[in-house]
């Protein structure tokens, strides 16, 4: 096996971005190296026949497609300063050949590769690509189109604004389970092979989970995730039942790059519209962080196309003469798309029909050459409309002695590509919607002595860098019609004009001063923000795996907006039927205590949540009740109250100011609430009485003035959320709690009686009471020297839920109440381990590592490799017979 001569990349005309250029920055550690994280390698395996020896063997060849993106690679491992590392998926293995053994089982070597077989085979992709940085991820399976399923069904049409069919949704919950598999076990191959300082580059929409699953497992990794495909508008992208999730993952960057400036808008409407998170033009703002958003088109190796194209000797220049002769007295028009819905090869062929009827002076004098490979299977009607429409051309204009289009379905050899982009007359390019249209680069390039004309959707990515080209609405087929016409009647000036702007465009945007911008640009903003503190998901495979291996578990939530969604009308917000039965199952086991520490009264919380196994605490903490207790203990009852007085009189000037407000009377704290106020009156109103209450009751009484969702609260400083955290926690584990004890101390209690799992849920500024306090009792447990858990934690995890956009000492966050259920009931064993992303081990088959299915399939293996030695064996026994019968 020899390098691969396809792989080879051309080196940047400028300066490029280098790890000496930050060399002398305080905060820059960087390593010096590139993981550069893929969908596929850009080499294939395949099954070859050796026909003298009789054995299938495996090989290595070039893929065809992304070839700007792998030229990135190749720039960045043969021509740059950093040390690139290539991680990405092997691709379906070419197993087409089935080995058949003498005793009639038939084994798919490409399911039953044993670490030999792999090892091998890893050698040759090292070898193909001319580097020893080549990490392959194995995913061995027998339907290895499963991990395509979601991406190319589910999000391609989504952000191709193609909407999918009603269904049960179970076909598309088994492609979620894969999609979110996929995403772990790239997790786990770059764990491997990756050091502090890093830079991680991610490349399109098969891995949107990555970057915070990456986030979990290295908070201060460098993070770049690039979409080479459009972005869809939020009223498209909220269609996705898993829209949350998938920007979340996405978030986890600190760099996410567009191909156009309407896709960049997209995505930062998503972010404020479906997650409410504040954005600016080019921020978003999240988790206690600032992610960058930016727009940068890829180019292509502008040096290498052209050197290809022109080479002597290459053959090309012998196809250029050969389709010149074989079209003499002919305008060609060029085409290459893939046969799917959004390349609109439809609406070309109905173009060219149109012009046809409409210049008949051109009929016989234009030939359209249409190349087309296999689109996504969703797509297959499209095949059939271009074959109906391309014979109904071609009879109604067409002769013996003419053929109006000349289709070819097939991948054509890249000389013969190159040829034909040379001798064409005009490329048409139709695209209703594309990220970036690498071909239209490819042509001008090609053109660069002919100077023929491109026409170009103004619908593709490459409209933004390409926007002097002769721009076309794929949706107006006389218009298209009309611009064919009047580009075949440019001048030769005006087309040397013309390819002279495009060339200029073309070779200024480089894929190497792409990259070379995105690594910069990535570390840049990494090295602003990473002074903050992050707040990633919560990794809930892990919480799992704490939970499992804990024996005395705290459950703290709070409630409005943690167990159930905020709504307009307080009474609304009553349990659902999930949460109930959830909680019933985690309160049934008796290594569980489960806390609702909820603003509510008494009697919401005894309404609502008095007939479970759970305790209760009301008002923020100014009253309590046990776990199988009746009766509430009142915390406050030895303090002065009289500010409650002061205090209704103003809620009841601010009431009488803003429409729609209301004052809500509780047993210790008074609220002010203005949600179902206009928003701006409100708002104002709320600012005011904050100010008055802050400058009046605050100084007079020991009182806390709290600014909550939408409302405002007073209640005695001495009591909130975080003391009854600090007294539930240090309390032994399982015994009835002493309410009348006002003191709690880290080490009063034995640490075999310390609870060793404690999950804290809260979405308002009242619950970051409870997550200090958590913070504070770890810290202690820390000094005091307490035992760590096998996974090197106290297995604590205050989490923050809802929009992150503030600042939160949290570890963690879930987006929604909705994902809290879904995690509760991840622990309920009521929800799949792979509903949602986190650090799981996988086998290279998928499967859960050391799980049932995982040692059924090493048996499998080994099995295999038994039958491949027997059968290796027996062919040399009867080599060697065949050889003494002769003698």
């Known amino acids: 096996m020899t390098e691969i001569e396809e792989l080879k990349a051309y080196p940047a005309d400028c300066s490029t971005v280098s790890p000496k250029d930050y060399a002398n920055h305080t905060h820059a550690k960087l390593s010096g190296r590139i993981l550069n994280v893929m969908t596929t390698l850009p080499t294939q395996i395949i099954s070859n026949y050796d026909p003298s020896s009789g054995d299938y063997l495996w090989d290595v060849e070039a893929v065809r497609g992304n070839s700007a993106l792998y030229s990135s690679q190749h720039f960045l491992d043969q021509h740059s300063d950093w040390e690139s590392h290539l991680i990405a998926w092997t691709g379906e293995i070419n197993a087409s050949k089935v080995t058949r053994w003498q005793n009639g089982d038939n084994v798919d070597d490409a399911l039953y590769l044993v670490d030999e077989d792999k090892q091998e085979l890893e050698a040759k992709l090292r070898e193909a690509n001319g580097s020893e940085n080549i990490h392959p991820v194995w995913l061995l399976r027998r339907d290895q189109s499963r991990w395509r399923k979601y991406a190319e069904k589910v999000l391609w ?65 460098y993070i770049g995730l690039f979409l080479h495909i459009p972005f869809p508008s939020s009223e498209y992208f909220r269609c996705l039942s898993k829209r949350t999730q998938l920007l979340d993952g996405m978030l986890g960057a600190d760099k996410i790059g567009f191909q156009s400036g309407s896709f960049q808008r997209h995505f930062l409407s998503c972010c404020a519209r479906l997650l409410g998170f504040e954005v600016t033009s080019d921020k978003v703002f999240a988790f206690g962080t600032t992610i960058s958003v930016e727009t940068l088109p890829i180019g292509v190796d502008t040096k290498k196309i052209e050197h290809d194209a022109f080479l002597p000797d290459s053959g090309i220049e012998e196809k250029v003469t050969a389709l010149k002769e074989l079209y003499k007295g002919k305008k060609i028009i060029v ?77 054509i050899p890249k000389d013969e590509y190159l040829a034909l982009l040379r001798v064409a007359d005009l490329a048409l390019i139709t695209s209703v919607r594309d990220g970036m249209n690498t071909t239209a680069f490819e042509f001008v390039i090609c053109q660069k002595y002919n100077s023929s004309p491109l026409v170009l959707s103004e ?91 804990s024996s005395r578990r705290l459950f703290l939530f709070d409630y409005d907006g943690t167990l159930t969604p905020i709504v307009k009308e307080p009474a609304a917000a009553i349990p659902s039927d999930k949460l109930n039965r959830i909680l019933d199952v985690l309160a049934a086991d008796p290594k569980n205590q489960i806390w609702i520490i909820s603003g509510r009264d008494q009697a919401f919380l005894d309404k609502w949540m008095g007939d479970k196994n759970v305790g209760l605490s009301a008002e923020h903490g100014c009253f309590m009740k046990d776990l199988g207790s009746k009766e509430w203990v009142n915390l406050a009852a030895s303090f002065d109250m009289s500010w409650q007085a002061k205090v209704e009189e103003v809620y009841k000037d601010y009431t009488e100011k803003t429409p729609g407000s209301h004052i809500e009377r509780k047993k210790v704290a008074l609220t002010w609430h203005y949600r179902r106020a206009d928003p701006e009156l409100g708002n104002y109103q709320a600012a005011k009485c904050l100010h008055q209450l802050n400058e009046t009751i605050a100084k007079e009484y020991d009182c806390e003035v709290m600014a909550g969702k939408a409302n405002i609260e007073v209640r005695p400083k001495f009591l909130n959320k975080g003391e009854i955290v600090k007294r539930l926690v240090l309390h032994p584990h399982g015994s009835k709690q002493d309410l009348h004890n006002e003191h709690c101390h880290s080490d009063a209690t034995a640490a075999d009686q310390l609870p060793d799992f404690v999950l804290c849920l809260g979405d308002d500024l009242t619950d970051e009471d409870m997550f200090r306090s958590l913070k504070t009792i ?95 064996l027996d062919k040399e026994m009867n080599k060697k017979t065949s050889t003494n019968g002769k003698i």
């Open 157 to 221: 049409p989504v952000f191709h604004y193609i909407q999918g069919q009603p269904s049960d949704g179970k076909e598309e919950a088994e492609a979620w389970h894969d999609y979110v598999k996929f995403n772990e076990v790239y997790l786990n191959k770059i764990k491997s092979v990756y050091k502090p300082g890093d830079v991680i580059l991610i490349h399109d929409y098969y891995l949107l989970l990555l970057p915070q699953l990456l986030r979990m497992e290295f908070p201060d990794a």
């Open 335 to 411: 085409g290459r798309d893939r046969l799917d819905k959004v390349r609109g090869v439809v609406q070309k062929l109905e173009a060219f029909g149109m012009f046809l009827e409409m210049y008949p002076e051109w009929r016989e004098k234009v030939v359209l050459i249409q190349v087309s490979s296999p689109g996504f299977t969703h797509s297959a009607n499209v095949e059939s409309k271009v074959t109906e429409l391309i014979n109904q051309i071609n009879s109604q204009y067409g002769n013996l002695n003419y053929t109006p289009i000349l289709h070819y379905q097939m991948m």
């Open 459 to 549: 619908f593709t990515g490459t409209a933004s860098v390409l926007n002097e080209a002769i721009l076309i609405n794929p949706w107006d087929t006389v218009g298209i019609a009309k611009t064919i016409n009047e580009a075949f009647l440019l001048s030769d000036k005006e087309k040397q004009q013309l390819e002279a702007r495009l060339y200029e465009k073309v070779t200024s945007n480089t894929v190497q001063n792409w990259i070379s911008t995105f690594i910069r640009d990535v570390i840049d903003h990494s090295l602003v923000t990473h002074v903050t503190n992050y707040t990633p998901t919560l990794n809930r495979p892990l919480l799992l795996k704490n939970y499992l291996n």
């Open 778 to 872: 770890e810290a202690e447990w820390t000094e005091q020297g307490l035992p760590k858990n096998e996974f090197g934690s106290y297995g604590v995890y205050p989490v923050a839920v809802g929009p992150a956009s503030k600042q939160t000492v949290a570890t963690s966050h879930l987006n929604e109440p909705s994902q809290v259920l879904e995690t509760l009931g991840l622990l309920a064993g009521q929800v799949s381990l792979f509903e949602s992303a986190g650090t799981v081990e996988l086998d290279d088959r998928g499967h859960l590592a050391n799980s049932e299915s995982s040692e059924r399939s090493k048996t499998a293996i080994e099995r295999a490799a038994s039958l491949r030695r027997k059968a290796s």
